[in-house]
Structures are given as C-alpha cells and as structure tokens.
C-alpha cells in the first residue's frame, strides 16, 4: 500500500510540476504535453529496470503504474485541452497504453497495475 500510495504522490507532483511551468511560461503547449509524456515513459522504464531486483516487490508495479496514469494524462491534454490529437487517434493512442500496460501487468503477474490501467483508460474514456 505503501507503495502505491508513493506513486500516487509522485503523479501528484509530476501534475503540479506541469500546472507551475504553466503558470510560469516555462513551457509551451506543446512542451507541456511531450514532458508529460516522456515522464510517462522514464517512469515505466524505471520500474522495468526495478523489476528485475528480487527485492522490487510492489515498488516495480506501482512505478509502472504512475507511468501509464503520466501516460493517459499526456494524451487527455494532447486531446481534450490543446486539441493536438482528435477523438479517432488519440483513442488509438489510449489503446496502444493500455494494450501495454496490459500486456505488462500479465508478464509480471500484478492484478492490481491490470486494475490501474483499466480504471485508467475508463477514466480517460469519459
């Protein structure tokens, strides 16, 4: 629980993260969305290279986790606040995260990261 709850703070920061660059100008739109995006990206990675250690526990999943929630937010703003992608594609997108997120969950066991990235895409879906 610990972990996922680490997760979760992580996502938290990584969306505060982005709202201050907002604010500040820091980045554009599009800078935004491809920050969003690679996080996404270095946080399943991490948990790919945390899975390996016998000792990774649930730290792996709930990394990996956080990733595809980064994921499924960059493509939300890509789509729904910035207009970059329209309905047909970014639900591709959504799919191709999730048919990964899946596909993960099933190759290392973890019922609850399969839980995460079905509500996940859900949640984007509406």
């Known amino acids: 629980m610990l972990a996922w709850t680490g997760g979760g ?3 938290l920061g990584v969306v505060m993260l982005l709202v201050l660059a907002a604010t500040r100008n820091w980045l554009g739109p599009e800078g935004r ?4 995006a690679l996080l996404g990206v270095a946080l399943i990675a991490i948990g790919l290279r945390l899975h390996r250690r016998e000792d ?6 709930a990394l990996a986790g ?10 939300a ?11 047909a594609p970014a639900l591709l997108v959504a799919l191709v995260v999730a048919g990964a997120g899946l ?6 066991r973890a019922p609850l990261l399969a839980c995460g990235v079905v509500v996940g895409a859900a949640v984007l879906a509406l």
């Open 9 to 11: 703070v992580t996502l």
């Open 33 to 36: 969305v491809l920050c969003g």
């Open 56 to 61: 990774a526990g649930v730290g792996a999943p």
């Open 66 to 75: 956080t990733g595809f929630a980064a994921l499924y937010l960059a493509v």
């Open 77 to 87: 703003a890509a789509t729904a606040l910035y207009g970059f992608l329209p309905a």
């Open 103 to 108: 596909g993960l969950a099933d190759r290392w």
